[in-house]
């Protein structure tokens, strides 16, 4: 190649080099703004280095080459420079739309296309000549029609960037508005030069000035970076810190009228309020709130707790309220913040409800403890000791025959009162599983009523049962049989002589199964009938003074949710007790 080198391409070739290089030291560095601006810079360099080599060439063909090359930067430049206006002024989701990006690199493209096949078309350039009249040859242009298309998309570019970038900081802190100025000057500056570059105004007939002047703007703003530092101080825009921020915010005009919010306020209100909120009266946000309107009426400054239902959905919300006024005509303004305290309201009743169980859990095993201790202790220790005083001929046969339905009775006891607590204790060990099946009811409820004919035959007791074959639940078969083994012994033991128990079943329309338990015994008074399943209540003796635990209901409770059932009970003093069961029928629970 044939190089004339001359001033003006000396100097487009050295800023050149030095901007490429400061280019590429800023893309190690981090932030979208810095990267943008990196690219901006990259795109002036290979803008300067083509035209600073174009300026040095002799030929025609040697000039069209840079001028290829000069329209990657050429093309590029004012894109990037819109880019970075967009991402200091907190609108880069703009061009992170696909759509929108992709506009861009299309015209960029097409550009480079058309210079590079202009020959074919002559769209871009209708001629290219050598004027050999000045210092050194330079070459002579005549526009095409996407010369000038371009040209306007180059001044739209840089004015819409420039824009952006002085609406954005006009009311900013001192330190941004001097970023603004600088970088706002330094965008005119290319404008203006080359707008009289096009006007004709030129130091030299075909020079043109315009890679000079990007270069000029890219060292102001370097100076906005090392003396203001630009990317180390960077307003973050306000939308999105509104976005993030969680807490809903409302801004209301003296008369009360929404101004401002942000997105997380939309959570709270119906949606076809959510496009029209500005300029809403805020008692018709919320409405149904008259403590909230008052504060909000009255001007005053505080905090207030709101319940707000949103569809199915209950909101705990806290309002905290703040009165701005300045003393001037239309200044004032009311600040709200909506903290929703749903979350935490639920983790604290959660909590709660975990330390009323936790501590029900703890009067329960404190209570079989004493159980083992004294009621489960007391008949073992009797059977001992009648064994040793017949082995020892303290007591003769028949007065053993005399003791021996006490001794049934009490070993019947400590059998029920030992499978209680081992089927309890075992269901509340860590990783026990509930075996759920389908078993038939009738079958398990015959084997139950078998077990229990020998004591309801002392009380000349008649147990009924009205249970059809085929009828099934699903549910873990061991747990029912506890807990109608526990219903059907309470009822026994709380029954009169010659008293009838009636067991029916029947399909209910929400797919369970209700197992009823009725008996015509004492019944139970309001105050019983309120403490029968938490163990909180003292144990009963039944009509032939049997006791009891106060610890089987309390068990049945528990198997019967687990179970995803649950179980009911009616009672009138002197009129008897009735039991309800619900069981699922299905496994779809």
């Known amino acids: 190649m044939d190089f004339t080198f001359n001033s003006y391409a000396i100097t487009l070739i050295f800023c050149g080099i030095i901007t490429l290089i400061f280019s590429y030291n800023l893309f190690g560095k981090k932030g979208e703004a810095v990267r943008l601006f990196g690219f901006m810079m990259l795109s002036n360099a290979i803008w300067s280095l083509g035209y600073g080599f174009e300026l040095a060439s002799n030929t025609l063909e040697q000039m069209k080459f840079f001028v290829s090359i000069e329209y990657l930067g050429i093309t590029t430049l004012p894109m990037n420079w819109f880019l970075f206006c967009l991402q200091l002024a907190g609108k880069d989701c703009w061009y992170k ?38 210092p050194f040859p330079m070459l002579v242009v005549t526009p095409g029609i996407w010369y000038r298309i371009f040209t306007a998309y180059f ?138 309107l008052d504060y909000i009426t009255a001007h005053r400054s505080g905090k207030i707790e709101m319940k707000l239902q949103l569809n199915e959905e209950l909101f705990d919300l806290e309002a905290n309220i703040m009165y701005l006024n300045e003393n001037q005509l239309n200044n004032e303004a009311t600040v709200i913040k909506i903290q929703d305290l749903t979350a935490i309201r639920l983790e604290a009743l ?30 073992l220790v009797n059977l001992s000791e009648v064994l040793k005083m017949v082995n020892t001929g303290m007591i003769s046969l028949d007065e053993f025959k005399n003791l021996s339905p006490k001794l049934s009775s009490d070993i019947l006891y400590t059998t029920d009162l030992l499978e209680n607590i081992l089927h309890w204790s075992r269901s509340q060990l860590k990783g026990y599983g509930i075996n759920k099946t389908f078993f038939e009811l009738r079958s398990m409820i015959l084997n139950e009523v078998n077990y229990h004919l020998p004591s309801a035959a002392i009380k000349k007791i008649n147990i009924i049962h009205d249970v059809f074959p085929g009828m099934i639940v699903y549910a873990d078969m061991i747990m029912i049989q506890i807990v109608v083994r526990n219903i059907l012994n309470n009822s026994i033991k709380f029954c009169m002589e010659e008293c009838e128990i009636n067991i029916s079943a029947a399909y209910r329309a929400d797919h369970t199964m209700m197992i009823r338990i009725d008996d015509n015994g004492k019944g139970m008074s309001a105050e019983m009938l309120d403490t029968i399943f938490t163990g909180a209540g003292s144990s009963t003796r039944g009509t032939m003074n049997e006791k009891g635990t106060g610890l089987g209901l309390v068990i049945c409770k528990d198997f019967m949710e687990r179970n995803d059932g649950k179980i009911l009970v009616k009672s009138k003093r002197g009129k008897g007790t009735s039991f309800y069961l619900y069981l699922p029928v299905t496994d779809d629970k």
């Open 350 to 379: 959660k909590s709660k409800q975990q330390t009323e169980e936790l501590k029900k859990l703890n009067q329960l095993k404190d209570k079989i403890f004493s159980i083992i201790a004294h009621d489960l202790r007391g008949p």
């Open 155 to 292: 001044y739209i570019l840089l004015g819409l960037g420039s824009y952006q970038i002085l609406v954005k900081f006009r009311k900013a802190e001192p330190i941004y508005r001097r970023q603004n100025y600088t970088i706002f000057f330094a965008a005119l500056i290319p404008w203006l030069v080359n707008l009289a570059y096009l006007l004709g105004i030129r130091p030299l007939e075909n020079l043109d000035l315009t890679p000079f002047a990007f270069i000029l703007a890219i060292f102001l703003i370097a100076i906005a970076i090392y003396r203001f530092k630009l990317f180390d101080i960077l307003p973050v825009a306000r939308e999105k810190v509104l976005d993030l921020i969680q807490d809903g915010y409302l801004v209301l005009d003296g008369k009360n009228r929404v101004i401002d919010y942000n997105p997380a306020v939309k959570k709270y209100l119906p949606d076809e309020q959510k496009s029209k909120i500005i300029g809403m009266q805020v008692d018709k946000l919320f409405p149904g709130q008259p403590g909230f």
């Open 97 to 134: 739309k696909k759509f929108n990006l992709g506009a861009l690199l299309a015209v960029s493209l097409l550009t480079v296309v058309l210079v590079w096949t202009n020959d074919h078309h002559h769209l871009q350039y209708l001629n290219l000549a050598v004027d050999h009249s000045g």
